[in-house]
């Protein structure tokens, strides 16, 4: 069982920006941020294999959010710049500790979820 907690949510102006954490208690191959907007689905925003660091992004958030991982901290974070009213969510990291981590926005590739952290961009 591998448990994650997510940190660093918050309220900013458009423009600005937050970086989220997601602390890890086991092994994991790979991990992701979704987000979770009222009234929506919950979306695949970025993913990152542990082993190799290679990185995936969905294209609304191409060039603004950098998904990046410290192995020494078991920790992940989503550093989101240039934020937008319509990157308002609550954000999850979800993690996988095993192969087969494709789809990489498949709900169903995860077997691990945090809590979530909210952001809220207001214009």
């Known amino acids: 069982q591998v448990q994650l907690v997510e940190s660093g949510g918050g309220s900013v102006q458009a423009g600005g920006s937050l970086r989220l954490s997601c602390a890890a208690s086991?092994?994991?191959?790979?991990m992701a941020w979704f987000r979770q907007a009222p009234g929506k689905e919950r979306e695949g925003v970025a993913r990152?294999?542990?082993?190799?660091?290679?990185?995936y992004y969905v294209d609304s958030v191409k060039g603004r959010f950098t998904i990046s991982r410290d192995k020494a901290k078991n920790t992940l974070y989503l550093q989101l710049n240039s934020l937008k009213p319509e990157d308002t969510a609550m954000y999850y990291c979800?993690?996988?500790?095993?192969?087969?981590?494709?789809?990489?926005?498949?709900?169903?590739?995860?077997?691990?979820w945090g809590q979530g952290t909210q952001v809220t961009v207001s214009s």
């Open positions: 086991g092994y994991t191959y790979c």
């Open positions: 990152i294999l542990s082993n190799s660091g290679a990185t």
């Open positions: 979800a993690a996988r500790p095993s192969l087969g981590c494709t789809p990489p926005f498949d709900l169903t590739t995860y077997n691990y």
